[in-house]
């Protein structure tokens, strides 16, 4: 009897071992109060391959200085280049000197600046200026129908070409300056140009991220009119729910890009280096927001005001509060089957020449351009993401995570070897 009974107690001991070590010690810790918890889950096993792009080289000096040290002493693997910028062929002669040529990418612009193409070959893509027409207007026509394809084909085949003069070889991968390669009136000679180059890969920028963090639900694309609904969070928007439609397409076409893209959601002031870390330390399976950024997190680093507000209104929208509170987002499950997944992060640094100029008026009047010298490359926003990529707690990170086979630093290059040519 006593050895029945202390089998009966042993039995239920064990049972109740079991779920206090099952329930207890190892089951995540619950949410902060007022934390908000997406859906997807840590995968730990799975390691990534993380490609850091920095985005316009070649369109001034002063960028380029901060794109070459962001990826000399900082966690940048490779840039895409604007072969119509103030000086390509100087840029392209700089990314030999570090090695940055290796993984240049080709930056394919169609809206600010000079075209490469005679402008009586493509008419329907620029003013009476000889200039591209400008973000607003270009994707005005082009949601019109007034830009036909072939004027697309002409220009993007044009700068695949000047590419390759530049650099010495036809480029691997290839995106769209404003993601313009990802929208539908677009996608068509965009995926002729890229398929009879041989490109291999290009961006998806369907940063759901960014929809979950960043992003008024209740703003769309279809929500605003004129310059509004191309500027700020409608147009981001817009940017991913026509990179979630492209993303077939140039998959079907034997082009290859990443299975998740994270970029929107860290441009300018948005970015920090807690932020960074948070993304670094979750195998970018969350972000963690509850640390805010060196710079006011309440603005729209798109903006030409930079000031975070609803369209068409001077009410600061929804995603300002959203953005400073304490939270935790995710990124929705990787659509790759593989046990590798891609990441892509998108980032645009730079130094900002209304500071390196300081107290060089002479030097300083010549940064006028509208494109060379736009709003965007003379805001400080360049320097904060510079410093951020170059800081030496989160290089630390990557190094650390790259030891372990977590989180693998690669290029767009590198992967488009991996990547048969397109038919």
Partial sequence: INAEYMGH???????????????????????????????????????????VTAD?????????????????????????????????????????ECGLIKVLGLHVNLTEGFPISPCSTIPSLVGTDGRFLGKVAFFEALT?????????????????????ELVGRRPTHADGHHHIHVFPRALAPFLEAFSTAGIRTTRIANDTLYLQTSSPPHISSTDVQGEARWNGHPFYRSVCEAARTASAAYTAAGIRSSDIFVGLCLMGRWNSVARMQSLLR?????????????????????????????????????????LSSPSVCALAKASSSSDVTVVELMMHPGLNPLNTLKGQPGQLAKCTDEFWYCY??????????????????????????????????????ELALDQPPPD
């Avoid at 369109?59 to 900082?74: E, K, Q, Y």
């Avoid at 003379?378 to 372990?404: G, I, P, Q």
Wanted: aromatic share 10%; hydrophobic share 35%; charged share 20%.
């Fill in 9 to 51: 107690f042993l039995s239920v001991y064990f049972f109740f071992v079991f779920l206090f070590f099952r329930f207890c010690l190892f089951s995540p810790p619950p949410p902060r109060s007022g934390a908000k918890v997406a859906s997807r889950k840590s995968e730990r096993g799975m390691s990534c391959r993380v490609i």
């Fill in 56 to 96: 316009d080289f070649g369109v001034n000096p002063h960028r380029d200085t901060g794109i070459l040290h962001a990826f000399t002493d900082g966690i940048v693997t490779g840039a895409t280049l604007l072969v119509n910028g103030m000086d390509p062929a100087v840029a392209v002669q700089r990314s030999k």
């Fill in 144 to 164: 019109n129908n007034r830009i036909p394809a072939q004027h697309i084909l002409a220009e993007v085949s044009a700068q695949i070409c000047r590419f390759a």
């Fill in 282 to 322: 979750s195998n970018f399976t969350s972000l963690d927001l509850s640390t805010n950024s060196k710079l006011n997190p309440d603005s729209n680093p798109d903006s030409d005001s930079n000031s975070c507000t609803a369209a068409n209104s001077s009410t600061p929208s929804a995603d300002c509060s959203e």
């Fill in 376 to 413: 965007f490359s003379k805001s400080d926003d360049r320097e904060h993401e510079l410093n951020v990529l170059t800081d030496s707690s989160v290089c630390a990170m990557l190094a650390d995570s790259a030891k372990s086979q977590y989180l693998i630093p690669t290029s767009w290059g």
